[in-house]
């Protein structure tokens, strides 16, 4: 007679050298506000970024919004134009979908790079068209605008972490 | 002996002091190590930001916990309630008073049924969970508080057993005798011994695969749930104490406590070295393995460890009596070890449980 | 004497750490068994069938992300294909391509967070396997992070196809991924497959019989861990799924350790669809033309696709205006919920959590 044996430990034996190996693996933290990812250069980042030069007042991203967000003023102007007077968006409702960008024909609005926009009051988080602009911390980020995206650092991909350990901190 | 000047008093006085504070800072130095030590077998770092390393994140949990409000149910036992909190530490601290750091030292040195009054008195912790469990006023505590009675009693049987195997090879119930007697580790001379120990006094402190007193995702926290603030801080020294004296007795009772190569000084530093191996080993356990339903728990206690761990002391005891417990025992208690294990493991039942109900 | 005893009914309520969302279970309970139990949800009622009137067809897309959460791809897939259906629109191949891509990189992620707080629930409570399951997914994520920019509400699928092209740093990446990803189950298995424990509380417990399945309407892993080879993309195949060759896990009895086991398979089927995939991409353009704003014909049109959790269905009815009339959403996890009640009665607290948390579900479905 032969006597099998199975579920004798064998199991619990495999998950705990499982578990051994793992600790001579690098960690896979990163330690947020000293080192940082660098997030896609397609990144719909949590702010909205506007050309003045390029706007003409059309209202295509408005129309495109599902929620109504972006509100838009504009008065006749002189050379036969709209002249943009209020361009306010409401970055508290917006759920930074990118259909305003996506629709824009004139490539006047970008999505924004950054994303540690948080602010302490709900009403600092509708944005009126002097705090849309670019400036050196709002910088555009590349989706759905291909000649932006071009000039953007690669993605750091968690595939390409070396797997050794070294560093124990 | 007494220590400083030979004086009752001073003794005690100081000694009192000592196990406090090892109490404290080695519940403290436990909840680090812990923390820290979950992390490279998750891939991950441990908290590092309180303090260089995050040594100081124990001190900064300990401020977290008493600054918060303390806040009974409004139609929970009050006296119950606050009793049960500080019940639940009182074994711990009466263990740790008997065990010696050093040769003969301790607070009570040389106590001659050491063994004895350790298991007495661990017995005591059931009262003060089921207390707790019961005094909330809160249906997930008292099914946690049902669970208590049933499991910790039941351990309590195979951790005995499996001590007895210790004591009747060294002769002695005095902890100090123990760990002098034989010149070879008693987890050597009966492994068996020291996995239903190790197993027993998993599911005694709640912990590891055994913790479904406090299960965090059926049971919201179980027999905790209701408390917070300096009770809670109560609890969760309790509870890191309880795996300290575990692992202390452990340590001393297996891997024979503070004796180490090097000179005599140093036996405390060994001591705490092979406290921190246990303890390191309970980790292990409970990060990679889930969690056991309370009738495969009772069933496990019952059916498993408690016929194994009999049979271990019957072969323990016909070793003794009739060759001494010579070195080449070893051997044997390894075969007739495996060989349980193997035949213990045809008695593994799968899933089932399932109870009729008339709808 | 005698021994008299009163089951009493415990509220698993709302804010529970192992109810997946916000779900409330009213289960009565004598002793420890269960035996009664009564679903109340609810609590993440949003409102976006209606919404989706006043919306145009495009605008719906964010919408359709925010049901299913973990598995925002496909449920932009089943959307984009009912209203293709509705208004005939064909799609490009190396669109049809990429959807398949993405949907299959979406069942594997999806798959790992269910396996990964199944495992949870059932007690390894310091997390550990969903840690491992993290790491895997972090892959996937930051490869739809490479695509469309977010990292879980897409929003990448279009009308006619998807919105962008892949990036060129893609297809290594996604190469390098798929490579590794069978090891990575190996390795897995070994930590778990075995384990005597998980067999202990898992084998057996809250078994769906063949006929109660299949009167409830279960669909997904539910129904194919009873025993019943039904998929979508084989019984009513759409996209290009019959280029392909992969096989359809089930299991044998229908318990939660088959549930799991179909999950772990259906990762690896997934795979191997992905290595052809990649193989056979094609190039071409990745959307087809299409007006600025769709005025469907009149009609309805029912399109449905085999999410990671059973069936998910879009049913639009148009009256060719800008913005759907109706449109209802058969979400797979609020009908297999139905079947929960006859699964948990009889056994344990601990089952139930766990019978509960092996049918997998999001409540952004359930809720809408």
Redesign the interface.
Same mark, same amino acid.
């Given at each position: 007679m032969k006597l099998e044996?199975?579920? /004798?430990? @064998?199991? &619990?034996a @495999?998950? #705990?050298t499982?578990?051994?190996r793992?600790?001579f $693996?690098?960690?896979?933290?990163t330690q947020y506000p000293e080192q940082r990812l660098i997030?896609? $250069? $397609?990144? $719909?980042g949590y702010e909205l970024i506007w050309y003045k030069n390029r706007c003409t007042g059309c209202g295509t991203c408005a129309k495109?919004c599902?929620q109504g967000n972006i509100e838009i003023v504009t008065s006749k102007g002189t050379e036969n134009n709209y002249v943009v007077e209020k361009f306010e968006v409401d970055t508290g409702r917006c759920?930074?979908?990118?259909?305003c960008v996506?629709a824009c024909p004139y490539e006047a609005l970008f #999505?924004g790079k950054a994303y540690e926009r948080a602010s302490y009051r709900r009403g600092q988080l509708v944005l009126s068209k002097e705090q849309l602009e670019l400036s050196a911390e709002r910088q555009p980020?590349g /989706?759905?605008r291909p000649k932006v995206?071009a000039l953007l650092p690669?993605?750091t &991909?968690? &595939?390409?972490r070396p797997r050794r350990r070294w560093g124990w901190? | 002996m007494l220590w400083p000047l030979d004086n009752y008093w001073a003794h005690f006085g100081v000694f009192t002091v000592i196990v406090l504070g090892f109490f404290l800072i080695g519940v403290m130095a436990f909840t680090y190590v812990e923390r820290r030590g979950f992390g490279p077998f998750q891939l991950r770092l441990g908290p590092n930001r309180a303090g260089p390393f995050g040594v100081l994140q124990p001190v900064a949990d300990a401020i977290k916990v008493l600054l918060k409000e303390d806040i009974v149910p409004a139609r929970a036992d009050k006296w119950v309630h606050w009793l049960a909190s500080v019940i639940v530490l009182l074994p711990v601290l009466l263990i740790l008073a008997v065990i010696p750091f050093h040769k003969g030292h301790g607070l009570i040195p040389d106590l001659n049924i050491g063994i004895l009054y350790v298991v007495a008195v661990s017995a005591l912790g059931v009262m003060g969970i089921f207390m707790a469990g019961w005094a909330s006023n809160n249906k997930y505590s008292l099914i946690a508080a049902m669970r208590v009675v049933a499991t910790m009693v039941s351990y309590e049987i195979p951790l005995v057993l499996s001590i007895i195997g210790v004591v009747l090879i060294s002769g002695s119930l005095s902890l100090n005798d123990i760990v002098e007697g034989h010149t070879i580790p008693f987890f050597l001379l009966t492994p068996l011994g020291f996995l239903v120990f190790l197993l027993s006094a998993m599911a005694e402190i709640n912990r590891g695969p055994f913790d479904l007193l406090e299960a965090d995702s059926e049971l919201v926290a179980g027999f905790h749930t209701e408390y917070s603030g300096m009770k809670f801080a109560l609890f969760y020294l309790a509870e890191y104490g309880h795996a300290l004296a575990m692992s202390a007795i452990a340590a001393t009772l297996f891997f024979r406590g503070w004796v180490g190569p090097g000179s005599e000084y140093i036996g405390v530093l060994w001591f705490l070295v092979k406290m921190l191996f246990i303890f390191i080993l309970l980790i292990w356990m409970r990060v990679t393995f889930p969690r056991l339903r309370i009738d495969q728990l009772m069933g496990f206690a019952w059916k498993c460890l408690f016929p194994l761990a009999l049979i271990n002391l019957l072969i323990v005891g016909v070793e003794v009596v009739a060759w001494e417990a010579p070195w080449w025992i070893i051997f044997v208690n390894f075969a007739v070890a495996g060989g349980l294990i193997l035949l213990w493991s045809r008695f593994f039942k799968l899933g089932g449980g399932r109870v009729e109900v008339r709808v | 004497m005698e021994l008299r005893t009163e089951p009493f009914v415990l509220n698993m309520g709302p804010q529970h750490p192992s109810t997946h969302g916000v779900f409330r279970m009213r289960v009565t309970f004598d002793g420890e068994v269960v035996v009664d139990m009564e679903p109340i949800f609810g609590y993440l009622h949003r409102g976006i069938e209606k919404l989706a009137e006043t919306r145009t067809y495009t605008q719906v897309i964010p919408l359709t992300d925010r049901l299913d959460y973990l598995a925002s791809m496909t449920n932009n897939h089943a959307y984009v294909l009912a209203v293709e259906k509705l208004a005939g629109i064909p799609v490009p191949e190396r669109a049809e391509y990429l959807r398949v891509i993405m949907d299959e990189l979406m069942r594997i992620s999806s798959h790992l967070m269910a396996v990964g707080f199944f495992l949870n629930d059932l007690g390894c409570s310091v997390y550990t396997p969903l840690l491992y399951m993290y790491r895997e997914r972090e892959k996937i994520l930051d490869l739809f992070e490479m695509v469309c920019g977010q990292r879980l509400t897409y929003n990448y699928m279009r009308i006619g196809g998807v919105s962008h092209d892949i990036p060129e740093e893609f297809m290594p990446a996604l190469k390098k991924f798929v490579a590794e990803m069978p090891s990575f189950i190996d390795e897995y298995d070994q930590l778990l497959a075995e384990n005597e424990i998980l067999l202990a509380r898992t084998k057996g417990v809250g078994i769906l019989p063949r006929e109660l399945a299949i009167n409830a309407s279960a669909s997904g892993p539910v129904l194919r861990a009873s025993g019943i080879k039904w998929d979508i993309r084989k019984k009513d195949p759409y996209s290009v799924y019959e280029r392909f060759d992969f096989e359809i896990p089930t299991g044998k009895v229908g318990d939660t350790y088959d549930r799991y086991r179909v999950r772990i398979q259906e990762m690896r089927q997934s795979a191997h669809i992905l290595e052809q995939a990649i193989e056979q991409l094609p190039s071409g353009e990745v959307q087809s033309k299409m007006p600025h704003l769709l005025h469907p014909p009149v009609g309805e049109a029912y399109g449905h696709i085999e999410a990671p959790r059973g069936e998910l269905g879009f049913y639009l009815v148009s009256d060719n205006s800008i913005a759907p009339y109706r449109c209802h959403i058969r979400a797979p996890t609020l009908i297999n919920l139905t079947a929960l009640r006859d699964m948990v009665i009889g056994w344990k607290l601990a089952d139930a959590i766990i019978i509960f948390g092996s049918i997998d579900i999001i409540l952004g479905e359930v809720d809408r």
């Open positions: 044996f199975e579920r /004798y430990g @064998k199991g &619990l @495999k998950g #705990m499982l578990t051994f793992h600790v $693996r690098r960690p896979i933290t997030p896609s $250069r $397609r990144f $719909r495109s599902l759920i930074f979908c990118g259909l996506e #999505m980020s /989706y759905a995206e690669k993605q &991909l968690l &595939l390409e901190h | - | -």
